[in-house]
């Protein structure tokens, strides 16, 4: 999402669809439920201070500081470690990623209700799926069993099968089948189960963060874990039926792309879905159709169609809708030039 993504302001920041950042929205969402006390959040000590400034009842004592970036597998064990710490080591808890959007809200809350109970009252691991309409790559997927439980418009199934995503002509065998689910994280479980599950197949993972738990220097245990994601250890959880998904009952909306957000708000605001026009709220186009502009500057168009227009304080990207895909280039060019300024 360059140039308005930036290490300092992460996309979960910003405010890409209406006034308020997907953080926040994510956590009025939780509140519908959940007190402030109950809500942890997890991330670096800057970001953390980001998150404290938009939404000012996080309580400071649950927010749990990585010392530093070793990816996802030791950084839910640190999750999960951090609880147990707190004296929450039974109840369950889910992951809940700040970066994506999630309609309805009391969907989500009625999910998290379902598999809240199935954690507690069972060792499984839990995750989230979405029924693909076609092949999405560069996701892997899951491959559903038998329904453990339905309530509330929720469905749990066992995971019968897992496919990593370069395994193609498996993903089409099941595509079309109702039996295939895009993996879509929303991690479950009890912290003490969590940390079961990694002793069971990641010990350089897990005797790291039992030093956490008793007391140790947070920094040097969390360094000694190898970086790698949590793949690393539920492929084998799939592998051998120790782990339910749950499908979500909710639209779950990752903004990867300024042209998905495009399409979101092509998508709410318009009552025709087919409708392709967007309309520029600050400048004029002649001839001109299909544009997108972020700007605070009066913009004016003309002859051209299909285009991105995003401008910062600092830098300014125009690119054709159908090539938001490779904004990531640009930033790979920016950290190989070491123009920091811009990252």
Wanted: net charge negative; hydrophobic share 40%; with cysteine.
């Amino acid at each position: 999402m360059w140039p308005e993504s930036r290490q300092k302001s992460p996309k979960q920041f910003l405010p890409l669809v209406g006034n308020k950042s997907l953080f926040q929205l994510n956590w009025e969402a939780l509140r519908l439920k959940f007190k402030a006390e109950e809500i942890f959040l997890q991330t670096n000590a800057e970001q953390a201070e980001i998150a404290k400034k938009q939404v000012p009842e996080i309580l400071t004592e649950n927010v749990f500081i990585e010392p530093e970036m070793r990816n996802q597998g030791p950084a839910t064990g640190f999750a999960a470690a951090s609880l147990i710490k707190k004296g929450f080591g039974d109840e369950a808890f889910m992951l809940v990623q700040a970066d994506v959007m999630r309609k309805p809200e009391d969907k989500f809350i009625e999910m998290i209700e379902v598999v809240g109970g199935l954690a507690e009252t069972g060792t499984d691991y839990i995750t989230g799926g979405i029924s693909p309409v076609n092949i999405v790559r560069g996701v892997d997927y899951l491959v559903k069993g038998e329904l453990v439980r339905e309530e509330k418009g929720v469905k749990v199934f066992r995971v019968a099968d897992y496919i990593d995503r370069s395994e193609e002509e498996k993903i089409k065998q099941f595509m079309g089948t109702d039996k295939l689910l895009i993996h879509a994280n929303h991690t479950t479980m009890t912290p003490n189960n969590l940390m079961a599950m990694y002793k069971k197949y990641r010990m350089d993972w897990y005797e790291p963060l039992m030093n956490i738990v008793n007391g140790g220097d947070v920094p040097s245990e969390y360094a000694k874990m190898p970086k790698a994601g949590i793949e690393e250890v539920t492929k084998q959880v799939y592998l051998g039926g120790e782990a339910l998904v749950a499908e979500l009952p909710f639209e779950w909306i990752d903004f990867g792309t300024w042209e998905s957000v495009v399409n979101y708000e092509l998508r709410t605001r318009l009552p025709d879905v087919q409708v392709k026009n967007y309309e520029l709220k600050n400048g004029i186009e002649i001839e001109a159709k299909n544009n997108y502009v972020r700007s605070k500057k009066y913009t004016a168009l003309i002859g051209v169609e299909d285009l991105i227009v995003v401008e910062t304080d600092d830098a300014l990207l125009i690119c054709k809708k159908d090539k938001t895909g490779k904004v990531g280039e640009v930033v790979d060019q920016l950290k190989a030039e070491n123009k920091v300024e811009l990252l």
